[in-house]
Structures are given as C-alpha cells and as structure tokens.
C-alpha cells in the first residue's frame, strides 16, 4: 500500500543545534517533494521544493535532499531558534494526468528549546 | 492584504445542519483547494478546481458540494452533517494546476458538530 510517514511525531532540541526531520515515502513516484510549516491555528506555509533530479535545496538555515533511491527527504534547521518550533510537513506531488496532486505526511512536531 | 481567507474561522452547529464555508484568494492564483484535516492531524485533499472547473474529486460524500463562481472563489456547502464531518477545513490556492506549484494556504475553518 502507499505510504508517506514522518519519522517521529515530535522531536525536541536544544537552540543552536541541527534540527532532522525525516520523511519516507513507499509505493510512491513522486516527481517532487515539498516542505510546510504549520503553526498552532495557523495553515501550512511553503517553504521548500526539491525535484526529483535535484539532491539538495538550500534556503537561508533550511536544507532538504531528496533521495528517490531510499524514497526519503531530510529537512534540516541549522542554527536552530525557538521561533523554528512548528510542526513541518513534508508533501509528494504526484502527477495526475497534467495535475499536480500533494500527498501530505502526518507531519513532525519541532520544539526548540532556549 | 491577506491572500486566502476563509470564513467563518469556527463553526458549531447540529448534527443534521446544512452549513456553508467560504474561500477567497487575491494572488490571481487559477487554481483553488478545499483539504480536510482530521483529529490525527492528517491534510487530505478534498476537491481541486482551475478557472471554475472541477479538477480533482476525491473519495468525497456527495454530501459536500464545492462551488466557484469565480477563480478567486471556492465555497464549500455541506448537507445534513454527520458527527464525523468535525475537522479543519483549509482552502488553498496555486498558480496553476501542473506540479510543482507550491499551495498558499488559509488558516482554516474549524468545524464541531454537536
């Protein structure tokens, strides 16, 4: 069956520190991956995208790689800040004929402590 | 100068009501997105409309019924709710339908059915 897990639903580090979040996908071929935040109330905000043929993307302190042979993206914080904690979710985009279609993960909840 | 908005932001109302959430966009976006996200926190599409055309139509009750009179707009009508219909219901928006289109979200109409 198809699946799209995030590698834990909360995950809790020190200011400063690399935050790693993980998402596998199984039975998936998505030709892009995409990372959200949400924060409590609040919709998901887009934040990255990667293409299938891309290995890494860099914005500012956020890195994501995307692996097709593993069927895994890794999100990366550097320098970490209390105001990075939210809960990030990453999304396949799978193609529907000429349509885009996000299949969004459970999603990791990030708390950065002082 | 929000950029989709919904509304309204909470709903409480009967089992059995008929309800209606509204959706508006200002990005010029042509298409529009209704997702569903249940008490385990996970985003599932709903419906997915280009330039008022019916894109994607999920595993849906056609209990709900979606309804753009103009690309800037997507409401949502629900019929008779059921106690399962309670969930956040978040609008989005994105350039156009092909992948790799990021999604600009609302923040949600959070919907209890009594």
């Known amino acids: 069956s198809q699946k799209i897990e995030q590698n834990s639903e909360a995950l809790n580090i020190q200011e400063g520190k690399t935050a790693t979040l993980t998402c596998n996908y199984t039975n998936y071929s998505p030709a892009y991956l995409q990372w959200y935040r949400q924060d409590p109330g609040r919709g998901p905000v887009f934040l990255l995208l990667i293409r299938e043929n891309e290995k890494e993307k860099r914005k500012e302190r956020l890195k994501v790689t995307f692996d097709t042979t593993l069927k895994q993206s890794l999100f990366h914080i550097t320098a970490s800040q209390p105001a990075d904690s939210a809960t990030y979710l990453c999304?396949?985009?799978?193609?529907?004929?000429?349509?885009?279609?996000?299949?969004f993960g459970k999603g990791t909840k990030l708390s950065v402590k002082p | 100068d929000t950029a989709v908005s919904q509304t309204p932001k909470y709903l409480v109302t009967q089992m059995g009501n008929d309800k209606s959430i509204k959706c508006e966009q200002n990005l010029g976006h042509d298409t529009m997105y209704w997702y569903k996200q249940d008490s385990k926190k996970f985003l599932k599409i709903m419906f997915s409309y280009n330039n008022k055309e019916l894109i994607i139509n999920e595993t849906v009750p056609n209990r709900f019924s979606p309804k753009s009179p103009d690309k800037a707009h997507l409401n949502l009508h629900i019929n008779s709710l059921e106690l399962g219909d309670s969930a956040v219901y978040f609008c989005?928006?994105?350039?156009?339908?092909?992948?790799?289109?990021?999604?600009?979200f609302g923040d949600g109409t959070r919907l209890s059915i009594l």
């Open positions: 989005a928006s994105s350039l156009g339908t092909g992948k790799a289109q990021p999604q600009h």
């Open positions: 999304a396949l985009d799978i193609k529907r004929g000429s349509q885009g279609n996000l299949i």
